[in-house]
């Protein structure tokens, strides 16, 4: 094996280690939601730059709503954003309470042989059904081609809002 070959294997696996760490433990990628990608965030930043800018008349104005309340509302949008699962403390979630998680014997349930009847993934299976053919990729392709086509999914625009089921 020469330097080059060498150079791009160790490349490949900071690329794959990275994209892991979009991945959510439950296998939902986190590099698919809004509030990671910090799409919201920007938007709302933007808007009340323009509302600010443009629309601060309504101020005085006979309107239907409250500026300011209206102004605060967007306020918080702008710091409505999210690390990342393996990052986040999510004390409601019952897979990082999961003893295998914590103990680091499985990366993340989609590997894990358990995941079609584990009671801790009762949320998953219900709202984030596509998980199923993540898993079905996996076992066809491998682990490092689903985590190159998620993240090739999420720069194409895909948002777990839009695909989960409720
Ligand atoms: S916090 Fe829980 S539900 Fe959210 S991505 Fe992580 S494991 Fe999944
Ligand atoms: S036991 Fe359940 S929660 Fe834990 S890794 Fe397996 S599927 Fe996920």
Known sequence: MDLWELVYIRNSIRLIMSLNQK???C???CGQCRAFTADVLDIA???KKWVIQDYSWLKEADSTFD????L???EWFTKSTCPGCRNATEGWCDVKKCEKIQQNEVDNCLVCEEFESCPLTDYQRKRYSYLFEHIKFIKKEG???FLEEE???AREGVRIQEIRDY
């Open 23 to 25: 991945l959510g433990r």
């Open 27 to 29: 296998g939902v990628y």
């Open 45 to 47: 930043t933007k808007f």
């Open 67 to 70: 500026y300011d309340n209206f």
């Open 72 to 74: 605060e509302g967007l």
């Open 143 to 145: 682990f490092e081609r």
């Open 151 to 153: 993240e090739r999914k």
